[in-house]
């Protein structure tokens, strides 16, 4: 399916020391944010829904689900969506949009639906890094199925 899977086989073992924040030069407020939100909450989320719990008439979680990296390439955001998993100990999906985007009407929806199906097999979870997102927003003259042109 052209999906690449980092981090499985370090799973098995132990994670892998050489991908760490280190490796990122620069950027340090992004990763302590990214520290301070994403990593707690993937590490600890019994801090989160405790808190959820104590400020919440009705229980829902608050812990971030999605993050939106944004910059020109070779900037750093698959380094970065790798330290993540790393350090949160569960395998990085990298899905380079091109593979699952298509012409056909409903093919991109079921093979993004593969993607998902898969992370929700792997025990622990995953994490889901879908390069180039921006590809998903096509331009009006491409060759999309016209049952989904709303123009």
Known sequence: MGVKIYGLKELL???KADI???NIAGY???KREIEDTI???LKSPEVYDDIA???RCKFETNRPRAVLFEGP???G???CARVIANQAGVPLLYVPLEIIMSKYYGESERLLGKVFSLANEIPDGA???LDEVDSVATARDSEIHEATNTG
Do not use: H, M, V, Y
């Open 13 to 15: 073992e132990q994670p």
């Open 20 to 22: 760490s924040w280190d």
């Open 28 to 30: 340090d407020n992004q």
């Open 39 to 41: 990593l707690l909450a």
């Open 53 to 55: 719990r104590g400020t």
């Open 73 to 75: 390439p070779g900037t």
């Open 77 to 79: 955001k698959t380094s």
């Open 127 to 129: 994490i889901i890094f």
